[in-house]
Nanobody, 124 residues
Framework: QVPLIESGGGLVQTGGSLRLSCAAS????????MAWFRQAPGKEREFVAA????????EYADFLEGRFTISRDGALNTMYLQMNNLQPEDTATYYC?????????????????WGQGTQVTVSS
Protein backbone atom coordinates (compact mmCIF):
# COMPACT_ATOMS: atom_id res chain seq x y z
CA GLN A 1 0.00 0.00 0.00
CA VAL A 2 1.09 3.53 -0.72
CA PRO A 3 -0.46 5.89 1.78
CA LEU A 4 -1.91 9.03 0.32
CA ILE A 5 -2.00 12.06 2.56
CA GLU A 6 -4.56 14.82 2.04
CA SER A 7 -4.37 18.34 3.44
CA GLY A 8 -6.00 21.73 2.97
CA GLY A 9 -9.53 21.13 4.19
CA GLY A 10 -11.28 23.48 6.55
CA LEU A 11 -14.22 25.77 7.19
CA VAL A 12 -15.05 28.45 4.62
CA GLN A 13 -17.99 30.73 3.92
CA THR A 14 -20.20 30.43 0.86
CA GLY A 15 -18.35 31.78 -2.17
CA GLY A 16 -14.94 31.18 -0.65
CA SER A 17 -12.05 29.06 -1.89
CA LEU A 18 -9.88 26.23 -0.66
CA ARG A 19 -6.98 24.31 -2.14
CA LEU A 20 -6.64 20.63 -1.30
CA SER A 21 -3.39 18.73 -1.67
CA CYS A 22 -2.68 15.02 -1.88
CA ALA A 23 0.79 13.53 -1.68
CA ALA A 24 1.93 9.95 -1.95
CA SER A 25 4.14 9.09 1.00
CA UNK A 26 6.55 7.30 -1.33
CA UNK A 27 7.50 9.63 -4.17
CA UNK A 28 9.25 6.84 -6.05
CA UNK A 29 6.17 4.65 -6.28
CA UNK A 30 4.65 4.55 -9.74
CA UNK A 31 1.06 5.70 -9.82
CA UNK A 32 -0.73 6.94 -12.88
CA UNK A 33 -4.27 8.19 -12.50
CA MET A 34 -5.08 10.28 -9.44
CA ALA A 35 -8.53 11.48 -8.49
CA TRP A 36 -10.66 13.25 -5.93
CA PHE A 37 -13.88 11.85 -4.54
CA ARG A 38 -16.13 13.25 -1.86
CA GLN A 39 -18.68 11.88 0.55
CA ALA A 40 -21.31 13.87 2.42
CA PRO A 41 -23.04 12.46 5.52
CA GLY A 42 -25.69 9.95 4.55
CA LYS A 43 -24.65 9.95 0.90
CA GLU A 44 -22.55 7.70 -1.29
CA ARG A 45 -19.01 8.57 -2.25
CA GLU A 46 -19.04 10.49 -5.53
CA PHE A 47 -16.49 11.30 -8.19
CA VAL A 48 -15.20 14.88 -8.30
CA ALA A 49 -12.25 14.97 -10.71
CA ALA A 50 -9.39 12.89 -12.08
CA UNK A 51 -6.08 13.55 -13.79
CA UNK A 52 -3.65 11.54 -15.87
CA UNK A 53 0.00 10.97 -14.98
CA UNK A 54 1.21 13.78 -17.21
CA UNK A 55 -1.58 16.11 -16.18
CA UNK A 56 -2.63 16.47 -19.78
CA UNK A 57 -5.96 14.69 -19.41
CA UNK A 58 -8.53 15.71 -16.82
CA GLU A 59 -12.14 14.85 -16.17
CA TYR A 60 -14.65 16.54 -13.92
CA ALA A 61 -18.04 15.75 -12.48
CA ASP A 62 -20.79 17.59 -14.32
CA PHE A 63 -22.13 19.26 -11.17
CA LEU A 64 -18.93 21.28 -10.70
CA GLU A 65 -19.78 23.74 -13.51
CA GLY A 66 -16.16 24.84 -13.80
CA ARG A 67 -15.68 25.82 -10.15
CA PHE A 68 -12.92 23.30 -9.35
CA THR A 69 -9.56 22.74 -11.03
CA ILE A 70 -7.43 19.61 -10.65
CA SER A 71 -3.69 19.73 -11.22
CA ARG A 72 -0.67 17.61 -10.56
CA ASP A 73 3.06 17.63 -10.00
CA GLY A 74 4.07 14.28 -11.42
CA ALA A 75 7.64 14.44 -10.21
CA LEU A 76 6.42 14.74 -6.63
CA ASN A 77 3.42 12.39 -6.93
CA THR A 78 1.36 15.28 -5.65
CA MET A 79 -2.11 16.35 -6.74
CA TYR A 80 -4.13 19.47 -6.03
CA LEU A 81 -7.77 20.55 -6.16
CA GLN A 82 -8.45 24.26 -6.35
CA MET A 83 -12.03 24.85 -5.25
CA ASN A 84 -13.61 28.22 -5.96
CA ASN A 85 -17.07 29.64 -5.31
CA LEU A 86 -17.74 26.96 -2.72
CA GLN A 87 -21.36 26.26 -1.84
CA PRO A 88 -22.93 24.58 1.22
CA GLU A 89 -23.66 21.50 -0.91
CA ASP A 90 -19.90 21.08 -1.36
CA THR A 91 -19.62 20.20 2.33
CA ALA A 92 -18.15 16.71 2.52
CA THR A 93 -15.10 14.66 3.31
CA TYR A 94 -12.80 14.80 0.30
CA TYR A 95 -10.72 11.75 -0.52
CA CYS A 96 -7.65 11.37 -2.67
CA UNK A 97 -7.40 8.20 -4.76
CA UNK A 98 -4.80 6.72 -7.08
CA UNK A 99 -4.21 3.73 -9.30
CA UNK A 100 -1.37 2.31 -11.40
CA UNK A 101 -3.68 1.74 -14.33
CA UNK A 102 -3.63 4.27 -17.17
CA UNK A 103 -7.41 4.17 -17.51
CA UNK A 104 -9.07 7.26 -16.09
CA UNK A 105 -12.10 6.04 -14.13
CA UNK A 106 -15.03 7.71 -12.43
CA UNK A 107 -15.99 5.10 -9.88
CA UNK A 108 -14.41 4.24 -6.54
CA UNK A 109 -13.81 0.67 -7.71
CA UNK A 110 -11.41 1.99 -10.37
CA UNK A 111 -8.91 3.07 -7.68
CA UNK A 112 -6.57 1.03 -5.51
CA UNK A 113 -5.02 3.53 -3.11
CA TRP A 114 -6.93 5.92 -0.86
CA GLY A 115 -6.20 8.65 1.63
CA GLN A 116 -7.94 9.11 4.98
CA GLY A 117 -9.89 12.14 3.80
CA THR A 118 -9.96 15.82 4.65
CA GLN A 119 -13.09 17.65 5.80
CA VAL A 120 -14.44 20.61 3.85
CA THR A 121 -17.26 22.56 5.46
CA VAL A 122 -18.97 25.46 3.72
CA SER A 123 -21.12 27.67 5.90
CA SER A 124 -24.13 29.50 4.51
Amino acid sequence: QVPLIESGGGLVQTGGSLRLSCAASDRTFIINIMAWFRQAPGKEREFVAAISASGGITEYADFLEGRFTISRDGALNTMYLQMNNLQPEDTATYYCAAVRSITLGRTADDYTYWGQGTQVTVSS
